[in-house]
């Protein structure tokens, strides 16, 4: 499955974005679907999932409650809603997406093989 990420940009702290993450060709059915982010000089780290089918998410500690992941089944794609964004936001977040993702894997980058190009988030304090 090929993945387009899009949505990025430079935003004030507090506030808002939403970033997509497109499939052509092809659909979501049966993939798990997750955002990655990597700051500069940092490891690339999740910051949440959905399982398709189920719609069951996944979220990393730190966006819980500010970010939501959703799915559009319609237009084959999946939305990261970043709310109440912080300067630690800061990074290039990938989109990211399997068939064979375990639920204990989720959070494993190593556990996708499919990766969208990255789109620049920048949150100025």
């Known amino acids: 499955v090929q993945l387009q990420a899009s949505g990025g940009g430079l935003v004030q702290a507090g506030g808002s974005l939403r970033l997509s993450c497109a499939t052509s060709?092809?659909?979501?059915?049966?993939?798990?679907v997750a955002w990655f982010r990597q700051a500069p000089g940092k490891e690339r780290e999740f910051v949440a999932g959905i399982r398709w089918n189920s719609r069951i998410t996944s979220y990393e500690d730190s966006v819980k409650g500010r970010f939501t992941i959703s799915r559009d089944n319609a237009k084959n794609t999946v939305y990261l809603q970043m709310n109440s964004l912080k300067p630690e936001d800061t990074a290039i977040y990938y989109c990211?997406?399997?068939?064979?993702?375990?639920?204990?894997?989720?959070?494993?980058?190593?556990?996708?093989?499919?990766w969208g190009q990255g789109t620049l988030v920048t949150v100025s304090s």
């Open positions: 060709g092809q659909t979501f059915s049966g993939y798990v």
């Open positions: 990211a997406a399997d068939r064979g993702v375990i639920s204990s894997s989720i959070r494993d980058s190593r556990a996708y093989d499919a």
